[in-house]
């Protein structure tokens, strides 16, 4: 099992910026899913960035052009830069890494997002 922990969130203002960073227990140089999720109050769980072994990097539509995912494997850290920042992407954001096909998925506790005036 990975431990992941999330920092990054808190309050930001529509327009505005965060990086979320997400630091694994293990290594993440392998992997077969690896990124960001968040999940709205009354809303199912989404993906937001993900790295994935089999078809590259995959953005949410809404994402595209105004976050950025990115990892260091010497740090075991995964990075989500958000820039421009609206109301609708106020979530809980999660971090999720499953190293292979057939092992359990990680996740990680979350971090509050929340983009108001």
């Known amino acids: 099992q990975v431990r992941l922990v999330e920092s990054g969130g808190g309050l930001v203002q529509p327009g505005g910026s965060l990086r979320l960073s997400c630091v694994a227990s293990g290594g993440i140089a392998s992997f077969h899913v690896m990124g960001w999720y968040r999940q709205a109050p009354e809303k199912q769980r989404e993906v937001v960035a993900i790295?994935?072994?089999?078809?590259?990097?995959i953005y949410q539509d809404s994402a595209k052009g105004r976050f950025t995912i990115s990892r260091d494997n010497a740090k075991n850290t995964i990075y989500l830069q958000m820039n421009s920042l609206k109301s609708e992407d106020t979530a809980v954001y999660y971090c999720?890494?499953?190293?292979?096909?057939?092992?359990?998925?990680?996740w990680g506790q979350g971090t509050q997002v929340t983009v108001s005036a």
């Open positions: 790295f994935t072994s089999t078809q590259g990097t």
């Open positions: 999720y890494l499953k190293k292979n096909p057939l092992s359990p998925a990680n």
